[in-house]
């Protein structure tokens, strides 16, 4: 095995702001892993509020790279375990080499993930589109430059009930709004029956990550669905979501890779509790990842493309929201060898 990565600057066609701030673009690391000619692409971008930038992952990376490259590769899930041992504070990296593993191994198989592990992708979801915040102008503009079935608004800020009412006027899709923990429950409790005469589909992370006891408040009579995104980073927080939130977001840079997500899927399903995945503004690479899964989730956002002004890749693309895969075996992209 032979390991090689690279870090990237992800532009984006607008700055991209949510409730913890704004950025003009998403730095992000690439991994490509060679096995007898072969090659795995994973990724994971660096996120600023999980104090993991692309330098630690590369500095990690380094320090223990010949071990990575030692492992006698079989399949991806006796890697992950490797992986997580070897790394077991830095779960982006992690991600990053699962992501790739997988990708290497659907490669050796001659099939995409998804035919492999004998998922029906006409179920996959339409995935969303979204909004950032900005002034009530401009993201009118921006939802009129992508007409999409779905979107998802970020939202988080004083005016945001105000800023989700204009957006309706110019659109009869379907809305979910993503307050990235930028709520009270008081603020929650007023703004969410609002949201619900407006449309509004669900409500993801409305509360701070560690306000459980807000949350079970919120859970018991709140009209909207609830999906915890801050609340569940890892295994270990699904079950803890239960009673609190009405389903998970899964990321896969978060939890550690496609790996643990497809754990955390079956616990979840276990606990009646509702699946998304998402994206954290990956390029076509973790996208295409998210895809392999799409099947077995009810909702999908996976737009980080689609926010780009440049991609770093090829592989899924999509009609009117709804995913168009290719006969490309492993996450199936296409990119250039380092």
């Not at 939890?255 to 497809?262: D, E, F, L, N």
Request: glycine share 6%.
């Amino acid at each position: 095995m032979q390991v090689k990565f690279k870090k990237y600057e992800l532009f984006f066609h607008h700055p991209f702001t949510i409730s913890k701030g704004t950025k003009t673009h998403q730095p992000t690391f690439i991994i490509e892993l060679e096995y007898f000619g072969v090659k795995g692409y994973g990724e994971a971008p660096a996120i600023s509020y999980y104090n993991i930038t692309v330098e630690k992952m590369i500095a990690d990376l380094e320090r223990k790279k010949q071990f990575v490259e030692k492992f006698a590769f079989s399949d991806p899930e006796r890697y992950w375990h490797y992986l997580h041992h070897l790394f077991p504070v830095n779960p982006f990296l992690v991600c990053a080499l699962d992501m790739a593993g997988w990708d290497l191994y659907g490669k050796l198989k001659g099939k995409q993930l998804r035919n492999l592990w004998g998922l029906d992708s006409s179920k996959s979801p339409i995935t969303d589109y979204t909004i950032g915040i900005d002034t009530i102008e401009n993201m009118v503009v921006k939802m009129k430059e992508k007409p999409w079935p779905i979107y998802k608004i970020k939202v988080g800020v004083d005016n945001d009930v105000e800023m989700v009412a204009e957006l309706r006027k110019h659109t009869d899709a379907v809305f979910r709004v993503d307050a990235n923990a930028g709520w009270t429950l008081e603020q929650a409790q007023d703004k969410i029956p609002q949201l619900k005469k407006m449309g509004v589909e669900m409500v993801e992370q409305p509360l701070a990550k560690d306000n459980w006891e807000g949350m079970k408040v919120l859970f018991a009579e709140s009209p909207l669905p609830l999906f915890a995104d801050e609340s569940c980073v890892a295994e270990a927080d699904v079950e803890k979501c239960y009673g609190h939130f009405h389903g998970i977001n899964i990321k896969f840079t978060k939890c550690s890779g496609i790996t643990p997500a497809r754990r955390m899927i079956e616990q979840a399903r276990t606990l009646n509790m509702k699946v998304m995945i998402g994206c954290m503004n990956e390029s076509s690479i973790g996208t295409a990842a998210i895809a392999q899964l799409a099947p077995l989730a009810d909702f999908i956002d996976m737009d980080g493309p689609l926010l780009l002004a440049e991609d770093i890749a090829t592989g899924v693309t999509f009609d009117n929201g709804r995913i168009c895969y290719n006969d490309l075996p492993g996450l199936g992209i296409a990119t250039k060898p380092f």
